[in-house]
């Protein structure tokens, strides 16, 4: 392969590698592609300087919290110290912004004034790839709410005055539950904030975003939905890889490979996942992509289409690995991809510049399927 604590307080009481070296030239349909930066992560990792830094409000300005844990250091009595650390500060926040509720803006409900809660997509790294209404909306926000793959670019452009939290979840560890996402939002929507929920790629797409919707919808809190670019659109544009093309392929699936228990097993694939003129976009799939390699494989889609596996994408530490589909799963164990990596499955995958095997064999499978 060639290199080019305390006790638990929930928040309803509120009411609201470094990778290793290159590995050397082996096959040549599998191909591994480094940017100079990625040795640090473009994003917050749950326990980072980062996210303790930006949150400092409210962990009363504590650089990090963690240092002075009185608990043993596993992930949930981390997060219930985390959350305990937070409370008084939540708690503070909302009487302020309570007493200013009568003469701030805001829709009616009864006789007073709740906030906003906006959901935005943040796209799937690059700072330039924002809206300007979601830049607009980020920079007059009370409150940011943000996940872990909102990139620390995009965080670096929130107003001065406004206050972030980290909700970000990851493999074993999730900072707050959905519920508590949810009664955050709540709580200060009802308090009169004008709150931001940011989310990487688009909210609706793979982000839980239909569901907060759903909450404070049922509960009479307006909300709107600012879409960003999807993973999938701007990591395929950043390789040139077109997800539908004329003759190539006709459609465009995307698929979690999320296991709904946390096992090996993605998600049911359906036999029609497996069609060769489609092209097929895989988020959180790593853990499971062994079993959906097989079972593609096994539902007639042929061992050599063309596929990419992206980590970081559109990032400078972006790492990209093109492999033939019976490969894929042994050259991103090879290359050492972790989380978030998103994975390209068809034969628009040879489209793009970057497809080792040679232009030539790309634009002949071009001219073959419109023949």
Not at 188 to 200: H, S
Request: proline share 7%.
């Amino acid at each position: 392969m060639a290199l080019i604590k305390p006790p638990s307080l929930p928040i309803p009481q509120l009411h609201f590698s470094k990778p290793s070296s290159p590995p050397t030239n082996s096959s040549s349909c599998s191909h591994f592609i480094t940017s100079s930066s990625h040795s640090h992560s473009p994003f917050t990792e749950k326990h980072s300087i980062n996210r303790y830094k930006r949150d400092s409000w409210v962990f009363k300005n504590q650089l990090d919290p963690l240092s002075s844990c009185p608990v043993p250091p596993d992930s949930s009595s981390i997060r219930d110290y985390d959350i305990a650390l937070q409370l008084p500060e939540l708690k503070k926040m909302l009487e302020v912004l309570r007493e200013k509720r009568e003469s701030g803006g805001g829709g009616e409900r009864g006789d007073r004034k709740v906030g906003d809660v906006y959901l935005v997509g943040t796209g799937p790294g690059d700072p330039e790839l924002l809206t300007l209404k979601a830049m607009r909306v980020i920079q007059s926000a009370d409150l940011l709410l943000y996940d872990r793959l909102v990139s620390n670019d995009v965080l670096d452009l929130v107003g001065q005055n406004a206050r972030l939290l980290y909700v970000g979840k990851t493999a074993g560890y999730h900072s707050r539950t959905q519920e508590e996402i949810h009664e955050l939002l709540l709580c200060f929507a009802e308090a009169g904030a004008t709150v931001v929920r940011l989310k990487g790629g688009d909210p609706l797409v793979f982000g839980r975003g239909g569901e907060e919707m759903d909450f404070l919808q049922q509960q009479g809190i307006q909300v709107k939905v600012i879409p960003g670019i999807t993973a999938a659109s701007g990591i395929a544009a950043e390789l040139g890889i077109p997800l539908t093309h004329r003759g190539v392929a006709n459609s465009v699936r995307f698929l979690t490979g999320h296991s709904q228990k946390g096992g090996t097993d993605p998600l049911f694939v359906a036999e029609n996942a497996a069609d060769p003129d489609s092209t097929l976009v895989v988020y959180m799939g790593l853990s499971t992509l062994p079993s959906l390699v097989m079972k593609l494989m096994h539902h007639g889609l042929p061992h050599d289409t063309p596929a990419a596996a992206v980590e970081r994408g559109t990032t400078p530490q972006q790492r990209i690995v093109f492999a033939e589909i019976k490969d894929l799963a042994d050259s991103i164990a090879s290359a050492q991809l972790i989380s978030p990596t998103l994975i390209i499955i068809g034969k628009v995958v040879a489209l793009s510049p970057l497809w080792p095997i040679s232009s030539k064999d790309a634009s002949t499978l071009v001219e073959a399927r419109q023949i």
